[in-house]
């Protein structure tokens, strides 16, 4: 009104005053040119305004109260997190309450003899293959190196199992992938036996390992989810008896069923059933009993309650007391704890969502938010950062490397003690002279020397160790003869006959053959390999995994008096100090002796290092965190196999020392680890 009325006043105002209308200038372009008259050009209006640009002064002001709101909301995750650590640790002292009214008693022990059967599957399979070698390699023909991959694949396998299967149980539970494992293990090591090839035998046994490498980490988080405070670490320990158990089994079965060779059938010339195999199947027993008997076990109430499956864990907390409570002759008890547990955990359920929806509105701040909640939630940041990347993550490589790498060197070291006093009695011929004779019993250890050998019979015999050095053959005859690690080198072989021999191409070194004939050779693997079964194997397996039951027993009754802490630094600088004795073990009979002690004293550390895995992590990733830390512990293995094995034969020195300095810096690194004998299972 005002613009039309200073335009009115203007027009009136021209006319009077004598000008020409046609001069009259625009109304709207004078109106405008007053409007502007005496402003800045800082209050002149913004011209993109009209094309809807917003004005750069208010996208400034915009962004300045967003970053400031953002700023606001990410200075309450602090907030946010520290009040959900608060109701986690409520909801976990609440939990162990309840834990405490359904008491320790028959559920718990069926449980523990059901996850015991899938540990013990996962100590069968570290030895199956050791065992199975020495006679699937004349089935298979295996060279030094696919002996080397097969025994290598196994920890392969168990490692990638351990990584995977661990990480899969937070989210699909505990029950459930422990089966998946256990019938991946079952299934692939019966077929296993089954199979010819060696590719496929490999691929099997790989399989096999993924699966009982997922094993180890579900049942210990499952257990332990079942157990009071008071009662976790002894019977965790407890449980780990069944891995040494599963050594015992497989040395007594390898014992009492791979010497006899006939256990077995052939079909034709390509397919065979030996005795061995017979082995391997029976080895998967434990596995498929653990895995029938699982299906009657209900899943970890703890683990539903973190998935928001309250009715399912409650009933299955109810079906715990009420089986303890008729076993203890009290069956009227009521559990009592539930209803006002279940309603609690809701409301904090609910309310600890509701915050995070409600109070972050913006889509960038929530994605922002959310993604470092979840950072910060893993296993090796936030809370956790320490005790993973500076402890755990050194302590368990470490202690995998020492003790699979030590007792793999142990029998190497008695095999090689062994043929040293083998070829110390060696029997040395020179210039020897044989006519017309008939030879048909074993040759073993010997060296021939410039002899002569004229119409001579080498019938039904075997050569062991046999070398024949400038000797001159004429006319004789060798008949169904085997031989292993048996040469003939600058010979002179005339008018000789071999009929249904081993003595391939290979085993002739610079020989010259006048008027010889080949008939018949011996089909099959041209590997020379031994014939008896290797029965130190069995012996050294079966006494290290028998004098782990003293250090089993002592570390269960031990673990929640003296603590875990104590016992694994303990543990690892005794196991150290078996290590500096063995400088002394010149003989068969010292080398097992100090690997008993070494066993039995490490075993302690294995146990507690088990107990504080579980305790320091949460439910949401007690079994990735144990899967990452094992399938580390694997790798370690691999490692120490590889590097003590190469050292025999050559010093002992650098495999002591290196054991025993790596065992007692892991020693003193689990001392600075935080003490969980009186934490909650959060």
């Not at 899969?168 to 539970?173: E, Q, R, S, T, V």
């Not at 008890?333 to 359920?349: A, G």
């Not at 020897?432 to 410039?450: P, S, W, Y």
């Amino acid at each position: 009104m005002d613009a039309y009325k200073y335009q009115d006043n203007y027009e009136g105002y021209a006319h009077t005053d004598g000008y020409y209308p046609g001069n009259e200038s625009n109304p709207e372009e004078d109106a405008q040119s007053d409007v502007t008259e005496g402003h800045d050009e800082e209050d002149e209006i913004y011209e993109g305004e009209y094309q809807g640009i917003p004005h750069p002064d208010d996208v400034k002001a915009k962004k300045t109260k967003m970053a400031s709101s953002r700023e606001e909301d990410l200075r309450g995750q602090a907030d946010l997190m520290a009040e959900r650590m608060e109701d986690e640790e409520e909801l976990a002292h609440q939990y162990e309450t309840i834990m405490d009214e359904c008491g320790h008693g028959r559920f718990q022990w069926i449980l523990f003899f059901v996850l015991g059967l899938a540990l013990m599957a996962d100590g069968v399979e570290v030895f199956v293959v050791s065992f199975a070698l020495p006679s699937a390699e004349k089935d298979m023909c295996l060279s030094s190196s696919k002996k080397g991959m097969l025994g290598m694949i196994v920890y392969l396998g168990m490692m990638s199992g351990a990584f995977v299967l661990g990480g899969l149980a937070d989210k699909l539970g505990r029950k459930r992938v422990l089966s998946m494992s256990l019938a991946l293990n079952a299934s692939f090591a019966s077929i296993s036996s089954f199979v010819q090839g060696y590719g496929a035998f490999l691929f099997c046994r790989l399989i096999s390992g993924i699966g009982i490498g997922g094993a180890l980490p579900i049942v210990f988080a499952y257990f332990s989810e079942f157990l009071s405070r008071e009662k976790r670490g002894e019977h965790l320990s407890w449980l780990g008896i069944f891995w040494m158990t599963g050594g015992i089994y497989a040395s007594a079965m390898a014992w009492s069923i791979i010497p006899h060779y006939g256990w077995g059938f052939s079909m034709g010339t390509h397919y065979h059933y030996h005795s061995w195999r017979v082995f391997v199947i029976v080895c998967a027993l434990p596995c498929t009993v653990s895995l029938v008997a699982l299906r009657f076990m209900p899943e970890s109430p703890r683990f539903l309650l973190e998935m928001g499956k309250h009715d399912e864990a409650w009933m299955i907390l109810k079906k715990v007391h009420d089986t303890n409570m008729r076993a203890k002759g009290t069956p009227e008890k009521v559990f009592t704890s539930s209803h006002e547990y279940s309603i609690c955990y809701l409301i904090v359920f609910i309310s600890m969502n509701s915050v995070m929806l409600i109070t972050i509105e913006d889509k960038l701040v929530n994605f922002k938010v959310e993604s470092t909640l979840l950072w910060e939630n893993q296993i090796y940041m936030g809370i956790y950062q320490r005790n993973t990347l500076l402890y755990l993550l050194q302590i368990w490589p470490v202690l995998a490397f020492d003790y699979y790498g030590l007792t793999v060197w142990f029998p190497d070291m008695i095999r090689y003690f062994q043929e040293e006093e083998y070829k110390s009695k060696m029997k040395v011929f020179f210039g020897e002279h044989v006519f017309g004779a008939t030879i048909n019993f074993t040759m073993e250890n010997q060296i021939h020397q410039h002899g002569k050998l004229v119409n001579d019979k080498f019938t039904k015999m075997y050569f062991k160790h046999v070398l024949f050095e400038d000797t001159f053959f004429d006319e004789c005859y060798f008949e169904d003869v085997t031989s292993t690690d048996t040469y003939f080198k600058n010979c002179t072989i005339e008018s000789t006959i071999f009929y249904n021999t081993d003595l391939y191409e290979h085993k002739f070194i610079d020989c010259r053959f006048i008027n010889s004939t080949f008939l018949d050779q011996k089909e099959g693997c041209h590997m020379d390999l031994e014939q008896d079964n290797d029965f130190l194997i069995y012996l050294v397996s079966f006494l290290g995994s028998l004098s782990v039951l003293p250090g089993n027993i002592i570390s269960a009754l031990l673990m929640d008096r003296i603590g875990r802490l104590k016992m694994i630094g303990g543990s690892m600088l005794i196991s150290a100090g078996c290590c500096f004795f063995l400088f002394f073990g010149n003989s068969e009979s010292a080398m097992i002796g100090w690997q008993c002690l070494f066993c039995g004293a490490s075993i302690a550390a294995w146990n507690a290092l088990d107990v504080v895995t579980v305790e320091l992590y949460p439910t949401t990733q007690r079994a990735t965190a144990f899967g990452i830390l094992n399938g580390l512990c694997k790798f370690g293995a691999i490692l120490g196999n590889t590097i003590f094995a190469s050292f025999v034969g050559i010093t002992k020195v650098v495999p002591i020392l290196l054991a025993a300095t790596s065992l007692v810096g892991g020693g003193l690194i689990a001392l600075r680890l935080p003490e969980t004998r009186e934490q909650v299972l959060m």
